[in-house]
């Protein structure tokens, strides 16, 4: 491998990422916020590293996985960030979901120091980065994607390289209307079948394989059934990408009735404190309308 390769946010995306970079024969240096997350990926041979910039300061390549928007700029561009300790010709590959046009903003910046930027938002959930088949929307100049890839592969499957810096941020946003859309109607779909008095696990083995099905469905159905709100992907996250959505939809003054009404619910959700259950937890605001309750603990 000659291009060192660091990784900056270790969340629940971020772990099974780094660690397949590791599974790929890269020695990764690794930074995260709450230094204690860095501790099972160092004891599998990862070097941790003090800042984004330190982390930067010795790789050529560094992926990044945090939150939102101002996060990725904290660690790009703040105090200690990836600007302050990459060489020039180093390579970010951003795989946040934030906004398309910040991503622009940022990778002006950074090419300011001649640092390049690809946008490499993923798709797949806690089990895709776990298992390096993430689904990969590629954003950036030709040069710096054909870099970049060898990298993505190590942990995705399906990658697309769409367009120009940006452009994959703009996919990832139409792929959150999907999700949510497959969201919603698996909870409406579990509600019915709990109205209905029907077993939630023979109606989940009934239908899972034929058109009905999803990856959502899949997934998360079963955790529902059992009302396991672990998150593969927390509501709060869900929210954040909801608010790229619409605002990126409203920029382009286009409608978008169903999911303007799912962001609704999962505010409900917000406003009950539930923002760090997962996405699937969506089913709770269909439980408040109906007073049924779907599934039951195991
Ligand atoms: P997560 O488990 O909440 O992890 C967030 C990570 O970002 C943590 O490492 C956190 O550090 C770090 N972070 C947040 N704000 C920061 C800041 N200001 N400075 C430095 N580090 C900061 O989230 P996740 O599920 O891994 O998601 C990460 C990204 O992937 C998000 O953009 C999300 O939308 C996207 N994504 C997630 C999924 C999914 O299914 N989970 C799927 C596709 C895409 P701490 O540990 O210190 O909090």
Not at 7 to 27: D, E, P
């Amino acid at each position: 491998m000659s291009e060192r390769v660091g990784f900056v946010g270790l969340g629940i995306m971020g772990q099974g990422m780094a660690r397949n970079l590791m599974k790929a024969g890269y020695t990764v240096h690794v930074w995260n916020r709450t230094a204690s997350k860095m501790a099972p990926l160092a004891a599998e041979g990862a070097h941790a590293a003090a800042s984004p910039a330190d982390v930067a300061a010795q790789c050529d390549i560094v992926v990044t996985c945090v939150s939102d928007t101002p996060d990725v700029e904290a660690v790009l561009l703040g105090e200690a960030g990836i600007i302050h300790g990459a060489k020039p010709g180093a390579l970010v590959i951003d795989c946040s979901t934030i906004s398309p046009q910040a991503t622009r903003d940022f990778a002006a910046k950074l090419s300011e120091k001649s640092i390049r930027m690809v946008d490499a938002p993923v798709s797949g959930g806690s089990e895709g980065a776990a298992r390096g088949t993430l689904t990969i929307m590629v954003g950036g100049a030709d040069e710096d994607v054909e870099r970049a890839k060898p990298v993505l592969q190590a942990m995705g499957k399906t990658i697309t390289h769409i367009g120009e810096i940006g452009s994959g941020q703009v996919v990832k946003a139409v792929n959150q209307v999907l999700v949510v859309g497959n969201c919603l109607a698996m909870c409406e779909a579990l509600l019915l079948a709990q109205a209905g008095g029907v077993d939630l696990q023979k109606t989940f083995d009934a239908i899972s394989q034929g058109a009905a099905g999803s990856w959502m469905f899949t997934n998360r159905a079963p955790q529902i059934i059992r009302r396991d709100w672990r998150p593969g992907f927390t509501i709060a996250l869900q929210q954040k990408d909801l608010r790229l959505v619409l605002d990126a939809a409203d920029e382009l003054g286009v409608p978008l009735p169903g999911t303007s009404l799912i962001f609704q619910l999962y505010r409900t959700l917000e406003a009950r404190n539930l923002g760090l259950e997962g996405n699937h937890a969506l089913v709770k605001a269909l439980e408040y309308l109906s007073g049924i309750q779907v599934g039951a603990e195991s």
